[in-house]
Nanobody, 126 residues
Framework: QVQLVESGGGSVQAGGSLRLSCATA????????MAWFRQGPGKQREGVAS????????SSIDSVNGRFTISRDNAKNTLYLRMNNLKPEDTAMYYC???????????????????WGQGTQVTVSS
């Protein structure tokens, strides 16, 4: 059974930084397409950033461009999300997602990801 385990969340003040990790026992080449999603209080889950491993190509939503960076270390079977200059509106549960298909990747089509982690909470105070 595939498991994705997120870590690195926490509480920070606005302007602070965090690095989220998503570890899997599977070889990350098994999942050419991986992504981070988030769900804030009272909001729908939204995609944040996606990574296509084979080409090193990434994409992210406008609200995090220049602040968040998605990356992956295939030797450690780990996906990362480096978050700088955090804002209160970034407060959310952050989820890691993985797909065995590279079709259309990188993308933030939630329904296209077969595997999900349990999430890690990020809280940003003003």
């Amino acid at each position: 059974q595939v498991q994705l385990v997120e870590s690195g969340g926490g509480s920070v003040q606005a302007g602070g930084s965090l690095r989220l990790s998503c570890a899997t026992a599977e070889n990350t080449f098994t999942f050419p397409c991986m992504a981070w999603f988030r769900q804030g209080p009272g909001k729908q889950r939204e995609g944040v950033a996606s990574s296509l491993s084979s080409a090193g190509v990434t994409s992210s939503i406008d609200s995090v461009n220049g602040r968040f960076t998605i990356s992956r270390d295939n030797a450690k079977n780990t996906l990362y999300l480096r978050m700088n200059n955090l804002k209160p509106e970034d407060t959310a549960m952050y989820y890691c997602a993985a797909s065995a298909s590279l079709w259309g990747c990188p993308h933030l089509e939630e329904s296209s990801y077969e595997y999900w982690g349990q999430g890690t909470q990020v809280t940003v105070s003003s």
